[in-house]
């Protein structure tokens, strides 16, 4: 069965440096999301992206948060200067229309010191 | 704006334990309502999806059904591998295409 796959799986950085979470999303997926969960709390929408954009973000995804498909498989989401607060699980979720249920990868747990 | 309740936080039941979870949602005109499984660790797993109240699916043990306020995820008969966190979610008809979490229902079955 197709899977999301994310990478890292755990990243540990420290205050005020940049993190890139890695993504592959199911290949005929056309809409690609971000979520955040801290540890112990709701699974929280970061940003939205179709057609080589975004297209909706959270109030969450302030400037210091990016997000880019590179090429035809890659979507990262970029964190420029990481703070305490960042530090959650991040889910990446593809899905083939706009509403069906998500394929969510496994996560990458970033730990910010 | 849009919300999604859960009750209840956890639920711990005896293999073989009827039981239900409930969901209640407010969202300004409902594009669709999901239903998802989480292990520890673990992404959210798709399971259902329902779109118009009186919609019912179902999939092993677990029985999901909508109504224009609510919906209620039975599981029947559950196994000890059933224990999971089980997510409610929406889209709304407007407001873009994000889904909105409710906080889940812990639930344990113990053999």
């Known amino acids: 069965e197709p899977e999301v796959t994310q990478t890292p799986s755990h990243q540990v950085t420290q205050m005020g440096q940049e993190v890139i979470l890695r993504c592959v999303p199911i290949?005929?997926?056309?809409?690609f999301y971000w979520y955040r969960q801290i540890l112990g709390q709701k699974v929280e929408f970061l940003v939205s992206?179709?057609?080589?954009?975004?297209?909706?973000k959270s109030e969450i995804f302030d400037d210091q948060f990016s997000v880019e498909r590179p090429d035809g498989s890659n979507f990262t989401l970029k964190i420029r200067s990481t703070k305490l607060e960042d530090s959650a699980m991040y889910f990446c979720?593809?899905?083939?229309?706009?509403?069906?249920?998500?394929?969510f990868g496994s996560g990458t747990r970033l730990t910010v010191v | 704006e849009d919300q999604v309740t859960q009750s209840p936080e956890a639920l711990r039941l005896q293999e073989g334990e009827s039981s239900s979870l409930n969901c209640s949602y407010t969202v300004s005109g409902l594009r669709g309502l999901f239903w998802y499984r989480q292990d520890p660790g673990k992404g959210p797993e798709f399971l259902f999806t329902?779109?118009?109240a009186g919609e019912e699916k179902e999939k092993e043990r677990l029985k999901a059904t909508l109504t224009k306020k609510e919906s209620f995820l039975h599981i029947t008969a559950p196994k000890p591998e059933d224990s999971a966190t089980y997510l409610c979610a929406v889209q709304a008809e407007v407001g873009g295409f994000k889904t909105i979490f409710g906080a889940g229902t812990r639930l344990f079955v113990k053999a």
């Open positions: 329902l779109y118009s």
């Open positions: 992206f179709y057609n080589n954009e975004i297209s909706e």
């Open positions: 979720a593809s899905v083939t229309g706009t509403n069906y249920g998500y394929t």
């Open positions: 290949s005929n997926h056309l809409y």
